[in-house]
């Protein structure tokens, strides 16, 4: 049983075929998507905000 101060085994962190796997899907990732970028990330903070706003005001009309 593994806990905070004894996390068990250490990975293979000098695993090149895993690095490079990760690396290759990441790419692609990236060239499909786009980084993430400060608009996309505003954006999302309005349509959060939004929503809870329209929670709010409904729950103080609805009580």
């Known amino acids: 049983m593994s806990d905070f101060f ?13 690095h490079k796997a990760n690396h290759d899907v990441n790419a692609q990732k990236y060239h499909t ?9 505003v954006t999302n903070l309005l349509i959060v905000v939004a929503i809870i706003a329209v929670i709010f005001l409904v729950i103080r009309f609805v009580l």
Do not use: I
């Open 33 to 41: 998507e786009g980084v993430p970028g400060f608009w996309s990330e």
């Open 6 to 18: 004894n996390s068990g085994p250490n990975p293979n962190l000098s695993d090149p075929a895993g």
